[in-house]
């Protein structure tokens, strides 16, 4: 490699553009053969503005980290098959190449699998829409669609390898693979711990990495045995004296080394500590995911938009919070003195505004439908990824009776009559509402179904299909003649160019509100415009901020509002603008929106809970 120019802020990033070598042996990881010692944190790129990368790289490295763990959203990078977008937050490659600015190295978390709180453990929908396709097993087209994920991203990264110069060290396969359990209708377990899926996937990653793989498991017998690969570096989470003791008894030998806490979930300070989740995370747009919950009252819980990791030394914002301080002081213990810790603005206010109602969505998103068949099509077949599909019949004759849904119920439900709501089946819940009609001839059934998140943990895991699957009964008869729409609400123009105002009646279909606000006057960079976006009399719904998704809101919480970096709002003396979708507009309530400092964190009752 010839350089012929270099500027000085171009060093600290040459002196590291050497090959080097990590290894390991039992007692050490050898970094150029000297032992290093990971003091690593979890940063996931795709969850920050881009941004703000290198401002959050350097909390990491002020905090006293050498390294950060980077979880990365295959469904994020190919949203639709064989289409890659690496651009803004998916470019991780540039995400890696400021870390190493800032004196990190980098464990790579690629999964495919990733758990993550996270829309479907990184899973893009549309693996969902190929034949025979089982997740996390031996199964061919899974394995086939994996490959070209890993062949892509380690296309996009790999002179960012330590061997080349890089910062990347290693390389995590899948992910608590030990913990993935089958189970058929009875609740029987079986397979699992399916080492010819891990291997044939290990081989995947040695055609495409050139650092060494480990895997990271729950730190007992179970998850040792069930997740580590004969040959593969075997770590486990948490407790580091169990997660030791558990990996070295249960491991085979191929599979022991030097001992890494490969996640540590923040209850006390101990020198093991090497994983924690540097800052609160966003799940920007519908990335958020669930988590099945068998409750007797709940059986799916959405994850929320801010993925609450209370004691992340680092707020949503990239601001420290008092823990941080600790963390410092124990990590430069090991790594010796940290660079000082950045300053960070405070955050700003934003005074309250008015959203304006600017027209239904059915109105301004649901014009022509999509397709029409004699069943239901699923949001996945219909080649769609997140957000609503709107299904419509109109009744050929009288017809009355509880709505039911031979599959179950995907998620939540609203359902209109004539444009007026009547019910919603809210399938979070375990006893969920009965929703029943009483159709006329010509009268026209409309459901609404949102896709709350697909699941991210769990045994069966692989059909996350949403919309409607399967027929609709009504008083147990199929009803046939369907037109859908689908709403990816990927692109809010039309709510944008609407000017309203649109008069909003009691138990309206969803409806769009605009309103606008200066950008926060506050001087330097972006970052000390940072808000916090508040609502009032609101229910359920989605934000954008300058077209772009800042995520969901829910009047049951615990979030009641979002974050909205200042990157997003245009430069100073330029309107910004807030569209707003509400789901259960309420007559007669004005709503407001306001830019907070401090967040606050409550529940209230939900109005259609059972
Ligand atoms: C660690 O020790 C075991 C048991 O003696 C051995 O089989 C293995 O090869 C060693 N691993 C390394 C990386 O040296
Ligand atoms: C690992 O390598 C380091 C550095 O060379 C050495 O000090 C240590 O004794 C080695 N450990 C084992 C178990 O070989
Ligand atoms: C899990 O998936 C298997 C195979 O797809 C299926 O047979 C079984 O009914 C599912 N189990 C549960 C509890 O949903
Ligand atoms: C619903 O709308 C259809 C079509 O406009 C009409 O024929 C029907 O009478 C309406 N039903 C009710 C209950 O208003
Ligand atoms: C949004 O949709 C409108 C109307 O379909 C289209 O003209 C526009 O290009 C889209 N914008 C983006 C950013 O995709």
Redesign the pocket.
Known sequence: MRITSLTTALLPCLSLVQASSFTYNNSSFLLNGEPYQILGGQMDPQRMPYQYWEQRLQMARAMGLNTVFSYVFWNELEPKQGQWDFTGRNNVAQFFRLAQQQGLNVVLRPGPYISAEHEWGGFPSWLSQIPNMAVRQNNAPFLKASRAYIERLASEIHSLQVPYGGPILMVQLENEYGSFILQDANGKQYGGADKTYLAALADIFKANFDVFLYTNDGNTEWYVTRGALNGILAETDDSPQQGLEARNKYAHASSLGPFLCGEYYMTGEQPLVQFVHVQRVTNWGFQNGADLYPTKQIQLATTTTSYSDNAAPLDESGRVRPSFYKYRELFTKYSGPAPNVPDVGSMSTVPALALEAVGSLFDLEAKTPTAKNAMPISMDALGQSYGFVLYEH?ARSPVSGAIGLVNGPRDRIIVL??GTRSGVIDVSYSKYRTVNVNL?????LQLLVENLGRVKYGPNITDQVKGIKGDVTIGGTAVQGWSMYSLPLDNVSAASSASGPYAVRANSPPVFYKGHFNTPSATGPDINRDTYLALTNVIKGVVWVNGINLGKYWTVGPQQSLYLPGCYMLPPGQLNEVVVLELEPQAGKSMTAEGITDRKWFNNPDPDAP
Do not use: L, S
């Open positions: 109109v009559i004539n006329a001839q010509g009268d026209v």
